[in-house]
């Protein structure tokens, strides 16, 4: 019995530490228009350099937004981005285009403004 509850304590306390390494890389990124009211349907590319964002080649990760402005990219390195966000005449340009760099192994999240 006593080697039972030490068992399960022993297991109790390497959950967190498990879980942790369960927990990859992510970014959760919300959109909004310049009056902060969440943009749905937004265009969204990431890019791992300058050059290719410059240049809009090798995307790395691409999504949409939904109806609340978000959209979340996983299993991502815990790099800096760059990112080109759209919606019909407006974008990021100008301010925004970058993202992190983003915390190993955890959520993180970012505001990115179109105008």
């Given at each position: 019995?006593?080697?039972?509850?030490?068992?399960?304590?022993?297991?109790?306390?390497?959950?967190?530490?498990?879980?942790?390494?369960?927990?990859?890389?992510?970014?959760?990124?919300?959109?909004?228009?310049?009056?902060?009211?969440?943009?749905?349907?937004?265009?969204?590319k990431l890019f791992e350099?300058?050059?290719?964002?410059?240049?809009?080649?090798?995307?790395?990760?691409?999504?949409?937004?939904?109806?609340?402005?978000?959209?979340?990219?996983?299993?991502?390195?815990?790099?800096?981005?760059?990112?080109?966000?759209?919606?019909?005449?407006?974008?990021?340009?100008?301010?925004?285009?970058?993202?992190?760099?983003?915390?190993?192994?955890k959520f993180n999240k970012?505001?990115?403004?179109?105008?």
């Amino acid at each position: 019995m006593k080697k039972m509850v030490f068992v399960f304590f022993a297991l109790l306390a390497a959950a967190p530490l498990a879980q942790a390494q369960l927990i990859k890389t992510q970014l959760i990124l919300k959109v909004v228009d310049e009056l902060g009211n969440p943009v749905g349907q937004a265009s969204v590319k990431l890019f791992e350099t300058e050059a290719d964002y410059t240049q809009e080649k090798n995307v790395v990760f691409e999504g949409t937004t939904d109806d609340k402005g978000v959209v979340q990219f996983k299993r991502m390195k815990a790099i800096q981005y760059f990112l080109i966000v759209r919606k019909d005449d407006r974008d990021n340009q100008g301010g925004g285009e970058k993202v992190g760099p983003l915390e190993e192994n955890k959520f993180n999240k970012a505001t990115v403004v179109i105008q």
